[in-house]
């Protein structure tokens, strides 16, 4: 594959109409369908994008192999790629100094909505994990550029990749495999919101956190009481927060090494004084609520955090049903007063979805429901407004009336 250098003038690629008015409307995308001709066009390169007329329409990073050809970058023309980088990575981390609080774990860069489309990076405490999802991004010389920005910006101890190898296969990119890419450290201890959890990049069982949920943990935790129910507690996130404020917790997943995990960080807060025990149960969720129901068990919280339903907008419908069949037992099987704490993070379940669903599932569970706070993904995951694609995460806090 050849690789474009920084001195070279970019390849222009010409867009149709329908893609023309797609970047007009706002958005970064330009479907391989929509590409006119791009003959020659090295892959992963830095290109200047015309309409079918010629109009310069901007700068973008192409792929030879995705579906997504053109990722804009600037409506303006870009002569060097890994120097416009270094800039936008020092904008993401000054959005995150002012925007991110109580934590020393956060996403650095949310790719689209920071402006540098095929890489996240994600800080626990003092290492720094990234991941890179297209190949312009994998250009050696934009991965220098990331690697020197990052240390001299963070500082970590060690900065970590985290390979997806559906992605490199998918953008035709040489396999490759996770590992430190600077430094020697690759577990550590981090803290959102008060509360404390294993970081461990590369051996035993992988942690990590599902860092979009930070301020929904925090948001859940106020109005947390009495018997709580984590359905699919991963990790812990959720439930770790609950902890401080509930009677009695019970953590249900279906994975046995991510319970493991979930119970050293209890331990970890246990030891701090944080938290009581909680309980944590090998289950499928599905089974757990209905078993647990049919006993006549009652709680005050149950958290609903489900993986994607809807990998694809195919699957919508399926998706809604498997939402509103959990739905429906948790709301089954909360006693009056009690607090609904229900997620989606499939994009193709929009907001409007989800709370139709909900509505569906209180109406079938004859229970009333009164909506307290309508969340979505913490603020170090930015929305793009016009890319509503980076959009995705649903937090819906509810309390059972009746
Ligand atoms: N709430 C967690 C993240 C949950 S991710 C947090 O904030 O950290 C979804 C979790 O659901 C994963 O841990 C996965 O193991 C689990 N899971 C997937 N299918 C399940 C099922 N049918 N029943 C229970 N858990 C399931």
């Keep these: 594959m050849s690789k474009q250098t920084s001195s070279t003038s970019p390849a222009t690629v010409a867009i149709s109409a329908r893609g ?82 109580d934590t020393n774990a956060h996403r650095v860069v949310f790719s689209e909505g ?30 220098a550029a990331l690697v020197s920005e990052l240390s001299e910006r963070l500082h970590p101890a060690s900065i970590v990749e985290r390979v997806d190898p559906r992605v490199r296969q998918l953008e035709e990119l040489p396999a490759r495999s996770s590992g430190l890419v600077r430094g020697e450290k690759s577990s550590t201890i981090f803290t959102m ?85 909680i309980e944590w149960i090998e289950a499928n969720a599905f089974d757990l609520l209905k078993d647990y129901s049919a006993s006549g068990q009652r709680y005050d919280t149950i958290v609903l955090d489900p993986p994607a339903f809807a990998k694809t907008k195919r699957d919508l419908d399926a998706a809604v049903r498997g939402y509103k069949e959990l ?36 109406c079938d569970a004859r229970r009333t429901l009164r909506l307290a706070e309508v969340r979505g993904q913490s603020k170090d995951h930015p929305i793009l407004l016009n890319v509503p694609e980076t959009a995705y995460l649903k937090c819906v806090i509810a309390t059972v009336s009746n």
């Excluded at 249900?252 to 331990?267: C, H, I, T, Y």
């Excluded at 909360?334 to 569906?360: E, I, K, N």
């Design 20 to 101: 023309a008015s797609r970047l007009k409307d706002g958005h970064v995308w330009v479907y391989r369908s929509d590409i006119v001709s791009a003959d020659g066009v090295p892959a992963g390169s830095l290109v200047s994008v015309v309409d079918h007329r010629g109009q310069r329409l901007g700068s973008a990073l192409y792929s030879s192999s995705s579906q997504i050809a053109i990722r804009m970058i600037s409506q303006e023309p870009v002569g060097d790629f890994p120097a416009l980088l270094r800039q936008r990575l020092a904008d993401a981390i000054a959005y995150r100094e002012a925007m991110v609080r």
């Design 114 to 143: 920071d402006f540098l489309p095929g890489l996240i990076v994600d800080r626990y405490n003092d290492i720094v994990s990234m991941q890179i999802l297209t190949q312009a991004m994998d250009a050696e010389s934009v991965r």
């Design 193 to 277: 919101n008060g509360v404390q959890f294993h970081f461990d990049a590369l051996e035993g069982q992988k942690t990590g956190a599902f860092l979009d949920q930070r301020e929904n943990y925090a948001a859940a935790a106020q109005y947390a009481h009495g018997e709580a129910l984590d359905g699919f507690c991963y990790q812990g996130g959720f439930a770790l927060h609950l902890a401080p404020r509930c009677s009695r917790v019970s953590g249900g997943d279906s994975s046995r090494p991510a319970l493991e995990v979930a119970d050293r960080n209890a331990a970890l807060n246990h030891a701090q004084g944080n938290v009581r025990e």
């Design 327 to 362: 739905n429906l037992r948790a709301l089954k099987m909360l006693r009056p007063g009690g607090v609904l704490v229900t997620c989606s993070c499939s994009y193709h379940v929009s907001q409007t979805d989800f709370l139709q669903m909900l509505a569906d599932a209180a």
